[in-house]
């Protein structure tokens, strides 16, 4: 602890006048104090350190602002690549304090040519992610507020992270998003990610992230009187997601997953916490269909309560497809949505219909049996009854009976066949949905 004191002294008093070699050796011996298993030791080393920085600051910056490579660098597998988080959080706070002294352009260089050397040299997983700290304190002001630097240092980053280190680039982003407020102070954030998903496949990667993680706090106001987002910031920002969607996501290639993946975090946070014109919503969900026709992003729009864009985007898939999903998706959409879809009699006939004679697959006929019901419940109900009595597939009979104890239709023939079923098929009785109350009258 006193020569750390003797450390401050001597930065604070002699700092410009001390040769090179000399600030080399306070910052290289302060470092590895850093490291200290004792939180009182590390604390005096991170005060310490910040004094040798800031009034020997010329010293340890020389070379920033000519080829954006300061001597600081050399101590950076120490302050930032430490094992214990603790040290490289601290690292990283004492190394930004002094490079935002250099300014917005020279740090924007430095910051590209040390993701080049990191992509040269393979390093490590601890450094990488002390530089990602490192990045995400020089854009953290305070009160959660954003750096003057941070449209600069964001901007070089992930222009850099484009091919590879994008999961620097992503810690970043979390970190900031960790540390900042969802008003007006996030709009350099929120501006460069907007930006870079207008370019790259990674920023629309990274723009989906966040508007999965955070969509409530970006989108959407907690009360009326809730100042920190404002409607107009709100709106905004909704309009730009959509934009994004609608441009970027559909123009870029990507493979299914990856695009299924981003349209659907993106639609999920612009269709929920967004009042733009459902119109418009409905016929983007098409389009997005279109590039999906495994039908898998108009399940996961069904699943996540957003069955009317669900359904307009089931709409839209192959009509002589197999797959299962097509049906679950139209039990999904249809049953939420009953009131708005189920006149739908073309979707019907093309989606559901064939599938309920498809004897080799029996798995594919129980979905599209449980799907009549979403569109006709009443005739469904009688053409149900008929393939109860017809069929002799077991798992066929199940979904039968789960149907028509779902279609909460008042006929005596329906009560007969379920009670029938239990008295031959007890023990089949825990795989079906059957209400309590209707097994207690069965016995």
């Known amino acids: 602890a006193n020569a750390l004191s003797l450390a401050s002294v001597l930065a604070r008093e002699l700092g410009p006048e001390l040769s090179d070699a000399n600030v080399d050796a306070l910052v290289g011996s302060i470092s590895k104090s850093l490291s200290s298993s004792e939180p009182k030791l590390a604390r005096a080393s991170f005060d310490a350190l910040g004094y040798v920085l800031r009034y020997c600051c010329e010293s340890v910056l020389s070379g920033i602002r000519t080829n954006g490579w300061p001597r600081l660098t050399k101590f950076y597998g120490t302050l930032l690549g430490s094992m214990q988080s603790d040290a490289r959080t601290l690292g990283a706070r004492a190394v930004a304090s002094v490079l935002r002294r250099a300014g917005a352009k020279p740090i924007?260089?430095?910051?590209?040519?040390?993701?080049?050397?990191?992509?040269?040299?393979?390093?490590?997983?601890?450094?990488?992610?002390?530089?990602?700290?490192?990045?995400?304190?020089?854009?953290?002001?305070?009160?959660?507020?954003?750096?003057?630097?941070?449209?600069?240092?964001?901007?070089?980053?992930?222009?850099?992270c484009r091919e590879e280190q994008q999961s620097i680039a992503d810690n970043v982003v979390t970190m900031l998003l960790e540390r900042t407020r969802p008003g007006e102070e996030l709009e350099p954030l929120w501006a460069c990610l907007i930006q870079e998903a207008k370019i790259s496949t990674s920023g629309i990667q990274r723009l989906a992230m966040s508007a999965e993680w955070r969509s409530a706090r970006?989108?959407?106001?907690?009360?009326?009187?809730?100042?920190?987002?404002?409607?107009?910031?709100?709106?905004?920002?909704?309009?730009?997601?959509?934009?994004?969607?609608?441009?970027?996501?559909?123009?870029?290639?990507?493979?299914?997953?990856?695009?299924?993946?981003?349209?659907?975090?993106?639609?999920?946070?612009?269709?929920?916490?967004?009042?733009?014109?459902?119109?418009?919503?409905?016929?983007?969900?098409?389009?997005?269909?279109?590039?999906?026709?495994?039908?898998?992003?108009?399940?996961?729009?069904?699943?996540?309560?957003?069955?009317?864009?669900?359904?307009?985007?089931?709409?839209?898939?192959?009509?002589?497809?197999?797959?299962?999903?097509?049906?679950?998706?139209?039990?999904?959409?249809?049953?939420?949505?009953?009131?708005?879809?189920?006149?739908?009699?073309?979707?019907?006939?093309?989606?559901?219909?064939?599938?309920?004679?498809?004897?080799?697959?029996?798995?594919?006929?129980?979905?599209?049996?449980?799907?009549?019901?979403?569109?006709?419940?009443?005739?469904?109900?009688?053409?149900?009854?008929?393939?109860?009595?017809?069929?002799?597939?077991?798992?066929?009979?199940?979904?039968?009976?789960d149907t028509l104890v779902n279609s909460k239709v008042d006929d005596e023939s329906i009560f007969n066949i379920i009670s029938n079923f239990f008295s031959e098929n007890r023990l089949l009785s825990r795989v079906t949905t059957i209400e309590p109350q209707l097994l207690r009258c069965l016995g």
């Open 218 to 401: 970006l989108l959407n106001r907690r009360s009326a009187i809730d100042a920190a987002l404002s409607e107009s910031t709100r709106s905004r920002r909704a309009s730009e997601l959509d934009e994004c969607l609608e441009s970027a996501v559909l123009k870029t290639e990507m493979n299914p997953e990856l695009f299924e993946t981003c349209a659907f975090n993106l639609a999920l946070a612009v269709w929920k916490h967004s009042s733009a014109g459902a119109k418009k919503n409905l016929l983007l969900a098409k389009r997005l269909s279109r590039k999906s026709p495994s039908g898998r992003l108009a399940l996961r729009l069904a699943d996540a309560g957003l069955a009317r864009f669900a359904y307009e985007a089931v709409s839209e898939l192959p009509r002589n497809s197999g797959n299962s999903a097509l049906v679950t998706l139209a039990v999904t959409a249809q049953s939420a949505e009953r009131t708005e879809c189920c006149g739908d009699e073309e979707l019907y006939r093309s989606l559901v219909e064939p599938h309920l004679t498809m004897k080799e697959n029996p798995g594919l006929r129980a979905t599209a049996l449980a799907a009549c019901l979403a569109f006709n419940p009443e005739l469904s109900t009688v053409r149900i009854k008929a393939l109860y009595r017809s069929e002799e597939n077991i798992l066929l009979k199940v979904v039968a009976v």
């Open 108 to 160: 924007a260089k430095h910051v590209k040519k040390l993701l080049k050397r990191i992509k040269a040299n393979q390093s490590s997983s601890g450094l990488n992610h002390g530089i990602a700290s490192l990045f995400c304190e020089l854009c953290a002001g305070v009160q959660g507020r954003l750096h003057s630097v941070t449209t600069s240092v964001l901007t070089a980053l992930f222009c850099a």
